[in-house]
């Protein structure tokens, strides 16, 4: 009985420490429900609406960058991502089964993208949810996977940049990022109007990633990008391109480079510079010899030049304009009435500047005898440097400015360059530094300083500014901003314009120019051929340019071509001026300003 008694005590012992315990258990359950559900429950709230809520981005349609007759120069195009969402596939109760149902999927949607199926299951076998397989599907792949109706794939759109015309105007467009923002050239230049507002779709999401139809969405719809119409014309845009392959193939420079502007508008016509590169493959350089050369590149090497590809010599590159600068130098001698067209000059070969010999580059052969017109057609060095000095120092770096040379022209170009002058004071300091600046040496400048500055003869005196486009247009062709010629300001006078494009005829006619001669057509221009400078030293490479404007009556465009460093350090005359005729022949053909011959 005792003993009885002893086991039901005990047992009552048992039962009331496991009721303390349930108890204490039960308590602190209560109190960790309390502080999830009442302390931590907006926290916790969050994550769960974070975990059923997708916010994906609608991606905005890139606008359009158009020539000025609405050709695309560049678009943006529908292409697809393929997605794989490993949890919907691997359903199965092994991981052995789930391999085998992966490796099914794989090599299905292999046998219908670019990619292999190992690429495959390499990229899903790490813990993300969801895995991008291809970026860029066409139509017809996204299709195809499409009709495979598998469990775990998705397929999103988005827009891809393109450039139909592939290696055209390539360093004036410039190129995009993988975000379909710009990188360089108008792309990021215009970015902000072409880039468009990108839109949202809010919806829930099951436990899988599914589209869960009852639940709540928000859909706000993207805005696509406006159009960029630019001033290019691209059929003179392709003459441009064709003429300076052909002069680099014929001349093998190194670089060759054209630019073509309406004088009386300031709007660039074309704007061009070969070679250039494939904006839909930016780091891949044209030409079989330039790939190898490049593969064999160190990174640094690389990247240096990938940045020169890119670079648009015209805009931003500067270099002597040598004696296409005399036409500057003349026209400042006009307008001081410093000389005048029937006043003659004698060359002996050399000048001599405070003790300093300054040789023509015809010294062997002087000129001997020569009038205004005649100087500029012999390119005579001893004539400008002349000039410059009767001209004076302060006069004549005043007039640099008017003309544009001492400061940017403004273009809307993003890296525009910045040509190097002297000072007024160094200028005042030595006449031989003012009498070489007369004749084009000494002096850099911009290709599109020089063209903007020589156009204002060709527009009476008046200078424009250069400008690259037109107008901004909506996705419904209705402009939304667009863009006027400016005037900068009278740089000379009429007269003097007249006078100068008397002389640019001439110098066409009768002068070093004559290879740019138009049966028909009254083209004036001026040749120039400047050494490179190479570590503070003038070196044997030259670059070779020409500056033409037609017809001469009433200038319609003007074009500056350059032949950067040819290989037979030919001058101006003889490898710059055929390619400006080219350019400018064409041109007047397709402006029904010229007859075909």
């Given at each position: 009985?005792?003993?009885?008694?002893?086991?039901?005590?005990?047992?009552?012992?048992?039962?009331?420490?496991?009721?303390?315990?349930?108890?204490?258990?039960?308590?602190?359950?209560?109190?960790?429900?309390?502080?999830?559900?009442?302390?931590?429950?907006?926290?916790?709230?969050?994550?769960?609406?974070?975990?059923?809520?997708?916010?994906?981005?609608?991606?905005?349609?890139?606008?359009?960058?158009?020539?000025?007759?609405?050709?695309?120069?560049?678009?943006?195009?529908?292409?697809?991502?393929?997605?794989?969402?490993?949890?919907?596939?691997?359903?199965?109760?092994?991981?052995?089964?789930?391999?085998?149902?992966?490796?099914?999927?794989?090599?299905?949607?292999?046998?219908?993208?670019?990619?292999?199926?190992?690429?495959?299951?390499?990229?899903?076998?790490?813990?993300?949810?969801?895995?991008?397989?291809?970026?860029?599907?066409?139509?017809?792949?996204?299709?195809?996977?499409?009709?495979?109706?598998?469990?775990?794939?998705?397929?999103?759109?988005?827009?891809?940049?393109?450039?139909?015309?592939?290696?055209?105007?390539?360093?004036?467009?410039?190129?995009?990022?993988?975000?379909?923002?710009?990188?360089?050239?108008?792309?990021?230049?215009?970015?902000?109007?072409?880039?468009?507002?990108?839109?949202?779709?809010?919806?829930?999401?099951?436990?899988?990633?599914?589209?869960?139809?009852?639940?709540?969405?928000?859909?706000?719809?993207?805005?696509?990008?406006?159009?960029?119409?630019?001033?290019?014309?691209?059929?003179?845009?392709?003459?441009?391109?064709?003429?300076?392959?052909?002069?680099?193939?014929?001349?093998?420079?190194?670089?060759v480079s054209c630019l073509v502007m309406?004088?009386?508008?300031?709007?660039?016509?074309?704007?061009?510079?070969?070679?250039?590169?494939?904006?839909?493959?930016?780091?891949?350089?044209?030409?079989?010899?330039?790939?190898?050369?490049?593969?064999?590149?160190?990174?640094?090497?690389?990247?240096?030049?990938?940045?020169?590809?890119?670079?648009?010599?015209?805009?931003?590159?500067?270099?002597?304009?040598?004696?296409?600068?005399?036409?500057?130098?003349?026209?400042?001698?006009?307008?001081?009435?410093?000389?005048?067209?029937?006043?003659?000059?004698?060359?002996?070969?050399?000048?001599?500047?405070?003790?300093?010999?300054?040789?023509?580059?015809?010294?062997?052969?002087?000129?001997?005898?020569?009038?205004?017109?005649?100087?500029?057609?012999?390119?005579?060095?001893?004539?400008?440097?002349?000039?410059?000095?009767?001209?004076?120092?302060?006069?004549?770096?005043?007039?640099?400015?008017?003309?544009?040379?001492?400061?940017?022209?403004?273009?809307?170009?993003?890296?525009?360059?910045?040509?190097?002058?002297?000072?007024?004071?160094?200028?005042?300091?030595?006449?031989?530094?003012?009498?070489?600046?007369?004749?084009?040496?000494?002096?850099?400048?911009?290709?599109?300083?020089?063209?903007?500055?020589?156009?204002?003869?060709?527009?009476?005196?008046?200078?424009?500014?250069?400008?690259?486009?037109?107008?901004?247009?909506?996705?419904?062709?209705?402009?939304?901003?667009?863009?006027?010629?400016?005037?900068?300001?009278?740089?000379?006078?009429?007269?003097?314009?007249?006078?100068?494009?008397?002389?640019?005829?001439?110098?066409?006619?009768?002068?070093?120019?004559?290879?740019?001669?138009?049966?028909?057509?009254?083209?004036?221009?001026?040749?120039?051929?400047?050494?490179?400078?190479?570590?503070?030293?003038?070196?044997?490479?030259?670059?070779?340019?020409?500056?033409?404007?037609?017809?001469?009556?009433?200038?319609?465009?003007?074009?500056?071509?350059?032949?950067?460093?040819?290989?037979?350090?030919?001058?101006?005359?003889?490898?710059?001026?055929?390619?400006?005729?080219?350019?400018?022949?064409?041109?007047l053909q397709y402006m029904n300003l010229?007859?075909?011959?």
């Amino acid at each position: 009985m005792a003993q009885r008694r002893s086991v039901t005590i005990l047992n009552k012992k048992r039962l009331v420490i496991a009721f303390i315990f349930f108890a204490a258990v039960m308590v602190l359950l209560c109190f960790r429900v309390g502080y999830i559900q009442i302390v931590k429950g907006d926290d916790y709230k969050r994550m769960a609406e974070a975990q059923q809520t997708e916010d994906a981005v609608i991606q905005a349609k890139r606008g359009c960058i158009d020539d000025r007759n609405g050709t695309h120069l560049a678009e943006s195009i529908i292409k697809y991502s393929i997605w794989v969402r490993p949890s919907s596939i691997e359903t199965a109760k092994t991981k052995e089964a789930n391999n085998e149902k992966m490796q099914k999927v794989a090599d299905k949607l292999s046998g219908v993208l670019d990619v292999s199926s190992k690429d495959i299951m390499e990229a899903v076998s790490g813990k993300t949810n969801v895995v991008k397989i291809v970026k860029y599907a066409s139509a017809s792949q996204a299709e195809k996977v499409r009709k495979l109706n598998l469990a775990g794939i998705e397929i999103t759109e988005q827009t891809k940049r393109y450039y139909p015309q592939g290696n055209f105007a390539s360093q004036l467009l410039g190129s995009v990022t993988d975000d379909n923002e710009g990188l360089a050239g108008l792309e990021l230049e215009y970015n902000s109007y072409l880039k468009g507002v990108d839109g949202r779709w809010v919806y829930n999401k099951d436990v899988l990633g599914n589209l869960v139809t009852s639940g709540t969405q928000r859909y706000e719809s993207a805005q696509d990008g406006y159009t960029v119409q630019t001033t290019i014309d691209a059929v003179i845009q392709q003459y441009a391109e064709t003429a300076c392959k052909k002069i680099r193939r014929s001349s093998n420079a190194r670089r060759v480079s054209c630019l073509v502007m309406d004088p009386k508008t300031g709007e660039i016509l074309a704007c061009s510079s070969y070679p250039g590169y494939d904006p839909n493959n930016p780091r891949t350089p044209v030409g079989s010899s330039a790939k190898a050369k490049y593969k064999s590149m160190s990174n640094a090497q690389k990247l240096k030049y990938l940045q020169k590809m890119w670079r648009c010599t015209p805009i931003q590159d500067i270099y002597e304009p040598g004696s296409t600068f005399k036409l500057l130098t003349a026209s400042m001698a006009l307008e001081e009435n410093k000389t005048n067209l029937t006043e003659h000059f004698y060359d002996s070969g050399s000048i001599n500047v405070e003790g300093t010999t300054l040789k023509c580059w015809s010294w062997r052969q002087p000129h001997g005898d020569q009038n205004l017109e005649e100087a500029v057609g012999n390119s005579c060095n001893p004539v400008f440097a002349t000039l410059a000095m009767r001209i004076g120092a302060s006069t004549f770096y005043n007039y640099m400015g008017l003309f544009g040379v001492t400061e940017k022209t403004g273009v809307d170009f993003p890296g525009e360059g910045q040509g190097v002058v002297m000072t007024k004071a160094q200028l005042k300091e030595s006449k031989v530094n003012l009498a070489t600046q007369g004749y084009g040496q000494g002096i850099s400048v911009t290709p599109i300083q020089l063209l903007t500055a020589i156009s204002a003869i060709g527009n009476d005196g008046m200078m424009m500014q250069p400008h690259l486009v037109k107008a901004i247009k909506d996705s419904n062709g209705k402009t939304v901003k667009s863009y006027g010629s400016v005037k900068v300001r009278q740089v000379i006078s009429e007269d003097t314009a007249a006078k100068m494009r008397k002389i640019m005829q001439f110098v066409v006619d009768k002068g070093g120019g004559e290879k740019a001669q138009i049966k028909g057509v009254k083209v004036g221009g001026k040749t120039g051929t400047a050494q490179v400078v190479v570590n503070g030293k003038y070196s044997d490479d030259v670059v070779a340019s020409f500056v033409g404007m037609a017809p001469m009556d009433d200038p319609q465009i003007a074009v500056l071509f350059l032949v950067d460093r040819p290989s037979d350090q030919s001058h101006g005359g003889v490898v710059a001026a055929p390619g400006a005729r080219y350019v400018i022949k064409n041109s007047l053909q397709y402006m029904n300003l010229a007859d075909d011959n």
